[in-house]
T-cell receptor
C-alpha cells in the first residue's frame, strides 16, 4: 500500500522559534497533501490543503502566516510553524492523495508531536 | 458544511462481545466514508473505506455499513479482543468525527 512518512516524529522547541515538519509520499506521487491538527482528546481538524506547485488553501481560523505550507514536489510537503507558542503544542498529521480533492483516498502519515515550552 | 458525529463517545465491553459503533453525517452528498483506528499518542490506521456507491465493506472481524440517505454508518466489531482497545474515528472525506474510545476488558 501507499506509504506516507513524517519527520520528525516528535519535537520539543522553545517559545518563539520555528519548527518545520516534513511529509513525504514514499512510493507514489501525491498531487494533494493535507495537514491536520489534533489536540488532546479531540478529533483531527483539517488545517489546510496543498496542491503541488500552488499555494495552500487554509481552513477558516488557521493563520496562513503562522503555518507556512510548501508543496514543492509531488512527494514532499512541509509545514512550518513560525514563532511557535505553547498553544501550538499539538499532534500534527499529514495525508497524501493522488487526487485533487478530499474525495480521493488519503494515506496518512504517522504524525508529529510538537511540544512548545 | 459537513458535520460528523460519533456515538457513543466511550464504550467499555467484556472480551468476546460483539459491538457496534455509530457515525452520522449531515450532508448525504458524499464520495466516501472511512473508519480509522487510533492508538493513544499514535497516528491513524485505516480500517475500512466505503465508496458512496457501496453499502458495506468487510475486513476480518470488522464490517462497516453505509446508508447515505439517512446519513449513517456503523462499524461492527465481532468477538472483540483486548487488542481492539483504541479510539475509532469516522471520517467523511476531510471531516472527522470526535471518535469513540473503546475499551475491551479481558
Amino acid at each position: 500500500g501507499a506509504v506516507v512518512s513524517q519527520h520528525p516524529s516528535w519535537v520539543i522547541c522553545k517559545s518563539g522559534t520555528s519548527v518545520k515538519i516534513e511529509c513525504r509520499s514514499l512510493d507514489f506521487q501525491a498531487t494533494t497533501m493535507f495537514w491536520y491538527r489534533q489536540f488532546p482528546k479531540q478529533s483531527l481538524m483539517l488545517m489546510a490543503t496543498s496542491n503541488e506547485g500552488s499555494k495552500a488553501t487554509y481552513e477558516q481560523g488557521v493563520e496562513k502566516d503562522k503555518f507556512l505550507i510548501n508543496h514543492a514536489s509531488l512527494t514532499l510537503s512541509t509545514l512550518t510553524v513560525t514563532s511557535a507558542h505553547p498553544e501550538d503544542s499539538s499532534f500534527y498529521i499529514c495525508s497524501a492523495s493522488w487526487g485533487t480533492s478530499g474525495t480521493d483516498t488519503q494515506y496518512f502519515g504517522p504524525g508529529t508531536r510538537l511540544t512548545v515550552l | 458544511k459537513q458535520e460528523v458525529t460519533q456515538i457513543p463517545a466511550a464504550l467499555s465491553v467484556p472480551e468476546g462481545e460483539n459491538l457496534v459503533l455509530n457515525c452520522s453525517f449531515t450532508d448525504s452528498a458524499i464520495y466516501n466514508l472511512q473508519w480509522f483506528r487510533q492508538d493513544p499518542g499514535k497516528g491513524l490506521t485505516s480500517l475500512l473505506l466505503i465508496q458512496s456507491s457501496q453499502r458495506e465493506q468487510t475486513s476480518g472481524r470488522l464490517n462497516a455499513s453505509l446508508d447515505k440517505s439517512s446519513g449513517r454508518s456503523t462499524l461492527y466489531i465481532a468477538a472483540s479482543q483486548p487488542g481492539d482497545s483504541a479510539t475509532y474515528l469516522c471520517a467523511v472525506e476531510l471531516t472527522f468525527g470526535e471518535g469513540t474510545q473503546l475499551t475491551v476488558n479481558p
